[in-house]
């Protein structure tokens, strides 16, 4: 048994510290905030999301709350037309094992903190700001900001996209402002007309925005989140914002999609960010997770999908039998094997808001007319790599 001092109480912290207590580890978890909780709204879980829950435990806990939809539908959002959708149903669930499904973001945290606090060798740490590390030749440790700190036989870095940790071991500064704004909504089910309702992903792309909105919350609310590249240049997050702006930064939606648009009310924004993939996420006692490692844009729906492959990798890497004096080369191990696809789908994601999302003119026309001639069986061969993987590690 080893102690493993996790920096961030978020889904890629918690489920890493599941992960390494399975194995038999002692885990302790530092959240910055006064409580353990997730911020947010919807987000999209791929079967490679479930088959890593799975190997962690809370696979069936996440199952019961989540809406499993019948398909991604992606729409011209100024016409209204189908371009073309995936069926996510019986030939996709045979093909990669598992469902693709929707859920509110604490419908995917509280199982996995619920099983923490089941874990009697994990202990959860709040009001617990981390300011960066220390290590040496038997043992490493996160640093409090108020100057304590908190001993392990190594750190795992899982504090997000301004990892104080990451800072510490990479120095590459504030993450890339990407210049698209989302605006996000959750309105209830009840609200919705039964005409609009669709047990799917909806996608409306239009030039330089685009629009989506699926059931959560086991179907009894609608997520709305709605995207303008605006050239912003400074990060925003959860920032309230006026019903009449959103709608006004949305003036071609169709008429579809825009009764939906119009139903949000509680609008709030933020900038997204990510940054550029990198190949050093280990020093020594000390490895990065999740966001810390590789934050990505939304569009390939991956970024909590990403940080679950992360937590069971490590997890596996440091099982039951690794010793103190191993962790340094089994973290070393864990970053080559996990980098190259972690890059890949931080790529795919920026490519996916360019070339499908926001695309104008001849650019949409070309788009249209690609993805219209598309079978369900080709569009699930352009995602095999990322949904069907089992093993996390591949880049191809």
Same mark, same amino acid.
């Given at each position: 048994m080893v102690h493993l001092v996790v920096v961030g109480g978020g889904i890629g912290g918690l489920a890493s510290a599941l992960a390494f207590a399975r194995h038999g580890h002692r885990v302790t978890v530092l959240e910055r905030r006064e409580e353990f909780t997730e911020l947010g709204a919807g987000i999209q879980l791929a079967p490679n999301a479930?088959?890593?829950?799975?190997?962690?435990? &809370?696979?069936? #806990?996440? +199952? $019961?709350?989540?809406?499993?939809?019948?398909?991604?539908?992606?729409?011209?959002?100024?016409?209204?037309?189908?371009i073309n959708s995936m069926p996510l149903t019986g030939g996709y669930r045979r093909r990669f094992g598992n469902p693709y499904a929707v859920v509110h973001r604490t419908d995917l945290y509280r199982p996995l903190l619920?099983?923490?606090r089941e874990r009697p060798g994990v202990e959860l740490v709040t009001g617990a700001p981390v300011t960066g590390y220390g290590q040496s030749a038997d043992g490493a440790w996160a640093v409090l900001?108020?100057?304590?700190?908190?001993?392990?036989?190594?750190?795992?870095?899982?504090?997000?996209?301004?990892?104080?940790?990451?800072?510490?071991?990479?120095g590459d500064g504030e993450p890339r402002v990407s210049g698209h704004t989302i605006?996000?909504?959750?309105?209830?089910?009840?609200? &919705?007309?039964? #005409?609009? +309702? $669709?047990?799917a992903v909806c996608l409306w792309a239009g030039p330089l925005w685009h629009f989506v909105?699926?059931?959560?919350?086991?179907?009894?609310?609608?997520?709305?989140?709605?995207?303008?590249?605006?050239?912003?240049?400074?990060?925003?997050?959860g920032e309230a914002v006026e019903r009449g702006t959103v709608l006004g930064e949305f003036p071609e939606l169709g008429e579809t999609a825009g009764r939906l648009l119009r139903l949000g009310h509680?609008?709030?924004?933020?900038?997204?960010?990510d940054r550029d993939p990198v190949d050093t996420w280990a020093d020594g006692r000390v490895a990065l997770l999740g966001d810390a490692a590789h934050p990505m844009?939304?569009?390939a729906a991956q970024g909590a999908c990403q940080s679950l492959e992360d937590a069971v990798l490590l997890?596996?890497?440091?099982?039951?039998?690794?010793?103190?004096?191993?962790?340094?080369?089994?973290? $070393?191990?864990?970053?080559?094997?996990?980098?190259g696809r972690a890059a890949r789908a931080q790529l795919i994601a920026r490519e996916m808001g360019r070339q499908v999302y926001h695309p104008a003119g001849v650019a949409a026309k070309a788009r249209n007319a690609e993805l219209s001639a598309l079978s369900a069986d080709e569009l699930h061969g352009k995602v095999e790599w990322l949904h069907g993987d089992r093993e996390f590690q591949r880049t191809a």
């Open positions: 479930y088959h890593a829950l799975d190997r962690i435990g &809370v696979g069936a #806990e996440v +199952r $019961a709350r989540s809406v499993f939809v019948d398909e991604l539908r992606l729409y011209d959002g100024t016409t209204d037309e189908l619920e099983a923490c900001a108020d100057g304590s700190r908190v001993t392990g036989d190594a750190v795992i870095g899982a504090d997000g996209i301004r990892s104080a940790v990451r800072g510490q071991l990479l605006y996000r909504s959750v309105i209830p089910m009840e609200r &919705v007309p039964e #005409e609009l +309702r $669709a047990n909105h699926y059931p959560i919350s086991e179907g009894r609310e609608l997520n709305l989140a709605a995207t303008r590249d605006d050239g912003a240049v400074t990060a925003v997050a509680g609008w709030r924004r933020w900038v997204l960010c844009l939304q569009y997890g596996e890497l440091l099982g039951p039998q690794v010793s103190a004096d191993a962790l340094p080369a089994r973290l $070393a191990a864990y970053a080559a094997l996990r980098q």
